[in-house]
């Protein structure tokens, strides 16, 4: 069992920048990929970004592509979701994702599906003011 939670959320004006940490519990949280989703109040959760289990690879969604960098420290089990350019369509609950290990592979090095992982942080709220 993995247990995944979220830091580093906040309020932030428009232009700004928030760095959000997953910290996980669980030997094997380094050797599978990790996501970022996300869930504005009254939608469904969508995909962020993903990061593999190295850190070699990484996937985002296009309405964060150049402005959200993940990057993950295996040494300390966490992930990190850097945001820059924070607009207020931003504001939303976010969480991250962790794979289990057995759980067999299509050779992917990250989902984006929320179905593609097993366990889930509780979540961290940003809110962007305009």
């Known amino acids: 069992q993995v247990q995944l939670v979220e830091s580093g959320g906040g309020l932030v004006q428009a232009g700004g920048s928030l760095r959000l940490s997953c910290a996980a519990s669980g030997r094997t949280f380094s050797s599978v990929a990790t996501g970022w989703f996300r869930q504005a109040p009254g939608k469904e959760r969508d995909f962020v970004g993903a990061i593999s289990s190295n850190g070699g690879n990484t996937g985002y969604a296009d309405s964060v592509k150049g402005r959200f960098t993940i990057s993950r420290d295996n040494a300390k089990n966490t992930v990190y979701l850097q945001m820059n350019s924070l607009t207020p369509e931003d504001t939303a609950v976010y969480y991250c994702?962790?794979?289990?290990?057995?759980?067999?592979?299509?050779?992917?090095?990250?989902?984006?599906?929320?179905?593609?992982?097993?366990?889930w942080g509780q979540g961290t709220q940003v809110t962007v003011s305009s």
């Open positions: 994702a962790s794979r289990r290990e057995t759980r067999p592979t299509d050779g992917s090095s990250w989902y984006y599906r929320n179905y593609d992982y097993d366990y």
